[in-house]
């Protein structure tokens, strides 16, 4: 029987932690096992009716054909309108790119860039996908430490990691799975070293902006460092906002030879993304807020609930984050304890699989994000669910000895 080998750019990577861990919850829930998983970063709402019903009328209208590459104009034009009322910039239509979810944006732009030894530059906690699609091209990801409980990038930590290899810094506020937030004041300190090397481009990754909690307030780094405007690839989309993930329609702004070379590999890669759904991203980009402001609310609310849970664990520490939906306590002091049949926790993965055979509360390891020590929790899961949930894992914790 012939034998699968894999590539050499496959057999370096690892599968998605997240949704591997959502499978095996489904999985042991398919088998009648009473399981609340927390472990995907998606909304549980559904997408507003007038973003349906704009796709509705899209395919009505027979825009059900390959779409250009780039994106339609209606939706790269919401983009840009987008980017001047939220984040202050003016950006031509032509240099937007619309792809199918963020994560081909991000794709793109790596696969567009990147020669092999080329290096990243990706703080830690970090989405686990940059570190994979930057390693599957032969890059390195440098990884950047960022200290609990702000996870904030310093500026002395971005020169220490700067070479004359680096080809961009991954920046990602509202953090996945920090939900840290830069100030502006910070922003402009990494802004005062990367001034001082113009090779390195930046990847802002904006996908969570507008779930900012409290007094917290997002800012792109190009709207407190303009002079980085001419380097940097500011990256979005409607899936985490607008309770769009099906819909698979992100987008990046960007200097316009980046942009093109990026269009050059999606032509080749997919195509443009799809129709009826871009149509739907241009109303939820150009329409009301309500509902928007509407969900963010209800995250707050959950964020303070299943925190507080946390927060009065012996043994977890954690921090509420700023935006994003998640909340990453650490269970460093639970390392080492065993569980009631004397299995030792000795590590986040233990902590989480134990967790799941046990209480049946799907986490994600935080060694899946860089992180060890810690683990993730969603809180875009229903609120009855999320408290049920957060018990749970108190209860676990608290059976440690
Ligand atoms: C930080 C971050 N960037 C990008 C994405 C991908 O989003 P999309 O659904 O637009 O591909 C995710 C999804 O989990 C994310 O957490």
């Excluded at 009648?32 to 973003?51: C, K, M, Q, W, Y």
């Excluded at 871009?278 to 609310?297: K, M």
């Amino acid at each position: 029987m012939a034998r699968f080998s894999p590539s050499y750019a496959v057999s370096r990577m690892k599968p998605s932690a997240t949704l591997e861990t959502a499978q095996l919850a489904r999985d042991l829930k398919s088998q009648g096992r009473d399981v609340i998983s927390l472990a995907t970063g998606e909304p549980d709402f559904n997408t507003p009716l007038h973003i349906v019903e704009a796709a509705h009328r899209a395919a009505l209208d027979g825009k059900t054909r390959y779409s250009p590459v780039g994106g339609v104009a209606e939706l790269r034009e919401a983009v840009t309108r987008k980017l001047e009322r939220d984040n202050s910039l003016t950006i031509d239509p032509g240099n937007v790119i619309v792809s199918n979810g963020a994560k081909q944006v991000i794709s793109n732009a790596f696969i567009a860039t990147l020669n092999p030894g080329d290096e990243v530059i990706i703080p830690a906690p970090y989405w686990v996908s940059y570190p994979e699609l930057v390693g599957m091209l032969g890059g390195t990801a440098v990884i950047a430490q960022t200290r609990a409980p702000d996870f904030i990038l310093t500026p002395q930590e971005l020169e220490r990691r700067i070479t004359p290899r680096t080809r961009w810094l991954v920046l990602n506020a509202p953090g996945n799975p920090t939900g840290a937030i830069y100030s502006e004041v910070e922003l402009k300190a990494l802004g005062d070293v990367l001034a001082r090397h113009p090779h390195v481009w930046l990847m802002t990754d904006d996908i969570y902006e507008y779930l900012a909690y409290g007094s917290a307030r997002f800012m792109t780094l190009t709207q407190a460092v303009p002079m980085l405007g001419d380097r940097t690839l500011v990256i979005n989309g409607v899936s985490k906002a607008y309770a769009m993930t099906g819909w698979r329609i992100g987008y990046a702004a960007g200097p316009a030879g980046l942009v093109k070379a990026m269009g050059k590999v999606q032509s080749q890669l997919s195509s443009g993304a799809n129709m009826v759904a871009q149509y739907a991203a241009a109303a939820a980009l150009d329409g009301p807020r309500t509902e928007i402001d509407a969900f963010v609310c209800t995250y707050e609310d959950r964020r303070n609930k299943a925190g507080a849970v946390l927060q009065s664990v012996h043994g977890i520490q954690l921090k509420l984050p700023d935006g994003a939906f998640y909340l990453f306590p650490s269970c460093k002091q639970l390392l080492g304890k065993k569980t009631l049949e004397g299995k030792v926790i000795d590590s986040d993965a233990a902590f989480a699989s134990e967790l799941l055979q046990r209480e049946g509360v799907a986490v994600v390891p935080g060694s899946a994000f860089g992180a060890p020590g810690h683990f993730r929790t969603t809180f875009a899961v229903a609120t009855d669910l999320l408290l049920e949930a957060s018990q749970r894992i108190k209860r676990f914790a608290e059976s440690l000895q």
